[in-house]
C-alpha cells in the first residue's frame, strides 16, 4: 500500500524574548520524519513538553513549521492552504464538551464545515448530516438536540462525526479516548477501527495510555523533549524498549506485553 501521509525534516523553534543581540530560540520540536498508510495507525507518546502536541498542530496547520515539507498523496501541503488542510487533515480532542457549542444544534454544528469546505445545498446538507450521524452510531433526529442533552461518549461521537462529515484522509485523535471509561472506549475503538476500514483512513494518536497504544495502532513513535527517541512497529517497541524513555513510561504505567 502507498503512503498516504509523508511527513519530512518537520521542524519548529520560537524566539525567545530578550535582548536583540542574543538571539535566543526554544527548539520544540527537532527534525523528525515519518509516513503513514492508509487504514494504518499511529501513535505518538511522549510525557508533558516532548513536543507531540506541537506536531499535532503542525500537521493541521495550525502552526508554521520552521523547517521541513509535509506530503499528502504525494502532493506538498502549503501552508497558506489552510482550507485545504482543514478538509482532508481532521483532529478530535480530549474533551468534547469544550469543543461542541452549547448554543448551536448538532445540524448546526455539523453544517458550518460543510457550508465553509462544500457546495452542497441545504438539503444535501442536511441528508449528510443525518447519514453520518447514523455512522457514528447516533440517531438521525439527533440532528436537531442540543450538546448538553447528550453524555460524554455521545458527544465524542458527535466529535467524530464533525471530524469524517468532509471525508478526510487522516484524523489525528489528541487524547480523544482518555476522558472515557473503559466500555465507553472499547466500544469507540472499534467504531473508529470499523471507519477506518469503510472510509480508508489514517490514524495519528496522541496519547499516554499504552494499553489504548498497544492495541490500536500499528506504529509508534517514542518522543522526548522534541525528539523521537524510539519508534517501529508498536509490538516490537513494547515488547523489547531499547531507549530509557520507553522504558520509564512502560515503567511508570506497569505495563507489560501479554
Known sequence: MSVLLDVKDIAKSYKLKGHWYHKRKFNALSPLSFAIEAKKTLAI???????KSTLAKILVGAETPSTGKIYLNG??????????RCQHIRMIFQDSG???????????????????????????????????????GLLGDHMNFYPHMFSGGQKQRISLARAIILQPQVIILDEALAALDPSLRSQMINLLLDLQQQMGLAYILISHNLGIVRHFSDDVMIMSQGEVVESGKTIEVMRNPQHKVTQKLM???????K
Not at 502532493?75 to 485545504?84: D, I, R, S, V
Not at 448551536?104 to 450521524?133: A, G, H, S, Y
Open 75 to 84: 502532493q506538498l501541503l502549503q501552508n497558506q492552504h489552510f482550507k485545504q
Open 98 to 136: 469544550t469543543t461542541l457549542n452549547p448554543s448551536l444544534t448538532i445540524q448546526e454544528l455539523l453544517d458550518e464545515p460543510l457550508i465553509l469546505n462544500t457546495v452542497l445545498n441545504e438539503k444535501q446538507r442536511k441528508q449528510l448530516i443525518r447519514t453520518t450521524l447514523q455512522k457514528v
Open 251 to 257: 515503567m511508570s504505567q506497569n505495563f507489560k506485553l
Open 45 to 51: 507518546v511522549g510525557e508533558t513538553g516532548s513536543g
